[in-house]
């Protein structure tokens, strides 16, 4: 019995992970990080499919939000074939999965439940895992000189930033300029900055 008491909180605590609004923490411009509490993975996942099917009338073909509505879509797809029942949200199918419990007896049948949920709690985190920015210190931006720009803190102080930041999916940016290099390009701008310091 202790077996079966341990499986069914951890299906629990995983249906939690997946409904409960999460705390996050989020990358700031200057390289701190800020926390926040944002709805529950299913309702992120849920409206991301939203945004999708919105966009989806050919009002606009491409766009940086396009690949991930994409995915969404997909995995909310797989969701809703394993977990929704008849008559029911997948949120709200997934919400009554503990009430179920005390009826299981069946190990083989808990420990399968308990992966789809963790493999679903891993997927969604994993489609709206935050891109970290890099700060490029002291990188002279190519098209406008600038090494720096002036930002207002949160605080309301002026603070002196790098210019040229960049990540490995968006690429990088000037935020004096707002020249930007696509991912594919960075090695590009690696050859600029280099040559910029001859
Ligand atoms: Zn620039």
Not at 59 to 72: N, Y
Request: proline share 5%.
């Amino acid at each position: 019995m202790l077996l079966l008491d341990d499986l069914r909180d951890r299906v629990r605590k995983a249906v939690a992970d997946l409904v409960e609004p999460v705390t996050v923490t989020l990358p700031r411009d200057d390289g701190s990080w800020v926390k926040g509490v944002n709805v529950s993975l299913i309702d992120q996942l849920t409206e991301a499919v939203a945004t999708g099917l919105e966009r989806g009338g050919g009002r606009r073909s491409g766009g940086p939000g396009l690949p991930i509505c994409v995915a969404a879509v997909d995995l909310y797809a797989e969701a809703f074939d394993d977990f929704r029942a008849p008559g029911f949200t997948l949120k709200q199918s997934i919400e009554a999965i503990p009430a179920t419990l005390a009826g299981i007896e069946d190990i083989a049948v808990l420990t399968r439940g308990l992966r789809m949920l963790q493999k679903l709690e891993a997927s969604i985190e994993r489609l709206f895992a935050p891109v970290k920015k890099v700060p490029l210190h002291g990188a002279i931006c190519p098209m406008c000189d600038a090494d720096s720009i002036v930002r207002d803190d949160e605080l309301g102080e002026k603070v002196r930033m790098p210019a040229l930041v960049a990540d490995t999916v968006n690429g990088a940016e000037c935020r004096n300029c707002k020249q930007s290099w696509s991912a594919e390009n960075l090695e590009i701008l690696a050859q600029l900055l280099t040559l910029g310091k001859e």
